[in-house]
C-alpha cells in the first residue's frame, strides 16, 4: 500500500498567521527535544530529535505547541525546515502545524505532508506549493498517522 507525500514550502508565511494564533509554539533546547513527543506517542526517540533539532546555531530547536495550557504537538525545527512534528490524536492538526512554522523566523519553509493531512488544503490556500513528491510505502494500513509531519528519513 502507498500513499503520497508532498514537499511543500511557503514563500508567505505570514498567511499562515490567522491559523497559528489558535495554539501557541514554544522552543526548547535540542537536548530536551525528545521529553514531550515522548509524551504524545509512548515512544523514546530522544536521539531522533536531538539530530533533528541539532545544530542550534542555524537555529535548530526542540518545539512544543499548547492549546489550553495542554502539549498539542511537539516536534522539531531548523534552518527554516520542519522535520518532524507529532500532533495529539485529539488537537487540530492545521493549528499545530502553523504553529509550528511561526517558529520557524523564516518566510519560507520545507516539510514533508502526507497527502491526507488535514492542513494539506490550507497549506495550499496559504500559498505553499508542491516542490516534490515522493511515495510512502507500508504493508499496515495506518502505520503512519496522517495527522503528523513526518521526516522523510526518519518517519
Known amino acids: 500500500m502507498s500513499s503520497s507525500a508532498p514537499?511543500?514550502?511557503s514563500a508567505h508565511a505570514g498567511d499562515v498567521a490567522g491559523i497559528a494564533r489558535i495554539a501557541a509554539a514554544n522552543g526548547q533546547p535540542p537536548r530536551d527535544s525528545g521529553r514531550d513527543p515522548r509524551r504524545l506517542t509512548g515512544r523514546d526517540r530522544s536521539a531522533d530529535y536531538l539530530y533533528w533539532a541539532e545544530p542550534a546555531a542555524a537555529g535548530g530547536s526542540g518545539l512544543v505547541i499548547e492549546q489550553d495550557d495542554e502539549v498539542i504537538a511537539a516536534g522539531a525545527i531548523r534552518d527554516g525546515a520542519l522535520p518532524h512534528l507529532v500532533v495529539s490524536g485529539t488537537a487540530d492538526p492545521a493549528a499545530a502545524l502553523f504553529a509550528a512554522l511561526s517558529l520557524s523566523g523564516t518566510a519560507s519553509a520545507r516539510l514533508c505532508l502526507p497527502g491526507p493531512h488535514p492542513a494539506?488544503?490550507?497549506?495550499?490556500?496559504?500559498?505553499?506549493m508542491i516542490e516534490d513528491l515522493a511515495h510512502y510505502m507500508s504493508t499496515t494500513e495506518g502505520l503512519m498517522p496522517t495527522s503528523d509531519v513526518p521526516s522523510p528519513a526518519l518517519a
Open 7 to 9: 514537499l511543500v514550502r
Open 120 to 128: 494539506l488544503g490550507a497549506s495550499l490556500h496559504a500559498g505553499f
